[in-house]
Nanobody
Framework: QVQLVESGGGLVQPGGSLRLSCAAS????????MSWYRQAPGKQRELVATATTGGSTNYADSVKGRFTISRDNKNTVYLQMNSLKQEDTGVYYC?????????WGQGTLVTVSS
């Protein structure tokens, strides 16, 4: 079984930066996919960025050039968010995928407001 713990959310002004972290524990497989999703109030959850253990990354068009996803090992994924906009506000969720196994974190709130 895999558990995810996210951290790093908070309140930031437009143009500011935040760094989110997600740590996986338990039976973490050496080859996996970890992603960040977000859900704004009244909207559906959307994919923000994805990173594999092999080093491949993928981003939503809305965050390209502003957000960077990275991993320091098979267990931890980060999301560096720069030049934040009000429309980046939402609950950010970490996802772990390994084969048919999909695990979600509890979410961390990011609020971009002046």
């Amino acid at each position: 079984q895999v558990q995810l713990v996210e951290s790093g959310g908070g309140l930031v002004q437009p143009g500011g930066s935040l760094r989110l972290s997600c740590a996986a524990s338990g039976s973490v497989f050496s080859i996996n996919l970890m992603s960040w999703y977000r859900q704004a109030p009244g909207k559906q959850r959307e994919l923000v960025a994805t990173a594999t253990t092999g080093g491949s990354t993928n981003y939503a068009d809305s965050v390209k050039g502003r957000f960077t996803i990275s991993r320091d090992n098979k267990n931890t994924v980060y999301l560096q968010m720069n030049s934040l906009k009000q429309e980046d506000t939402g609950v950010y969720y970490c996802e772990y995928v390994e084969g048919d196994l999909e695990v979600w974190g509890q979410g961390t709130l990011v609020t971009v407001s002046s």
